[in-house]
């Protein structure tokens, strides 16, 4: 039985049915994990792993039937797992150790998963390239020399490259569609609330989700099924029944609203993507979707409202970070001013520092009104409209990147240029609906695009019923 061809799905079958060990399964990946460490996918393989996995074997022995019983999960540095470090890739958090789980590294050691290593990422999830963590760049997974996408570039590349058959990333403008689709696996970001964020280091509260990185549409929505669900300590949870995502995926999509903005097909003009998303439309309406052109009048301001919003809340939540209690202490420090100034001068890196002091700009006395507080009403003023547009379609279909991974260096010196990267991908954060990317098409270097698909709250299972039958049907489209 070939371990690398199997999906989390059959892998799972077959420990469970005691055809694979969980041991043999995690030795398989961990060397895997040491074979293409050049990639710099991870930043630490947990060394108790195998110990885990053998007691593990002895659980399923005994008659443990966890959905994950035995199989090897990568978790995004952000994400806390008692008794190992969390450094979310800066300096100023590299030697801290979680005290306790996250929600979601419970429910998956509740289900039997094997924790095996933690995955590099940009520094407090700040950045669309991973080429902002303090631990080096990771490298695409298909071409070392282009970026593998960001802030979960570890985890994306990771999935792809085989190191594990599912991985962990957060999204809070597209941190997980984006690297998915540079790197030619599945991602979604759920609904806001559908996975609970306790245990997950913050960057900007109101906007970000966890969310499943996988090589198909099927382990996706199986891995979502065992991360959704209410927290007691996560009052931005949402505390509503988890499906079977699974029995939403029905083979078909005749007779489905396919909505397609208008405001989309302006920006595609001229860009890499615009071919294969076109044919994309064209898939579905041949395999009898109904394709409806809608609105959302606004979409064009959803960048700027993001990079209002997501900072402000930033700078609040990175405030703890002084120095005093929760990061490294400066060793140049000779009084409480200095530590708080040196100690931030030091652990903070040059992206993190940007979005801070853009924070504390629109927040600050006299542009707070301006800026701000426009951009929160404008933020409400998107959900109407896209309420409205969800009332004429089913789901909305869109690329989730202008083109395929850009080479490692191109962008660094222009922080807007960056910034655009997320242009296809932030509405879904600011409309705190679910989106999910897959592979679709093929750039001009034979690098795989992505195509996204968005469905109004809490149906993340019509979009894995959309995704999969692209997947299976798409030919060539939806091949990497």
Known sequence: MDIGKLSLIELAKAISEQKLTSYEVTKYYIERCQEKSDLNALLEIFDDSLDRASEMDEKIKGGFKGK?????????????????KASCSSRFLENYVAQYNSTVVQKMLDEGAIIIARANMDEFAMGSSTENSAYGVTKNALDPSRVPGGSSGGSACAVAAGLAPVALGTDTGGSIRQPCSYNGVVGIKPTYGRVSRYGVVAFASSIEQVGPITKNVKDNAYMLSVLAGGSIHDETSLKVEVPDYLSYIKGDIKGLKVGVLKEIEEAVKG??????????????????????EVSIPDFKLTLPCYYIIAPAEATSNLGRFDGVKYSRRSAEAKDVDEIYVKSRSEGFGKEVKRRIMLGNFVLSSGYFDAYYNKAKKLQQKLIAESKKAFENCDVLVLPTTAGEAFKIGAKGGDPVEMYKEDL?????????????????????SGLPLGLQIVADRLNEGLIYNVADFIENNGGDYARV
Request: positive net charge; without cysteine.
């Open 271 to 292: 860009l890499e993507v615009e071919k294969s998303y076109k044919e994309a439309v064209k898939f579905l309406k041949d395999n009898g979707a109904e394709i409806v």
């Open 424 to 444: 296809f991908t932030i509405m879904a954060n600011i409309l705190g609906t679910p989106a999910l990317s897959l592979p679709f098409g093929k750039g001009e």
């Open 68 to 84: 994950l019983a035995g199989v090897p999960v990568i978790i995004k540095d952000n994400i806390l797992y008692k008794g190992k």
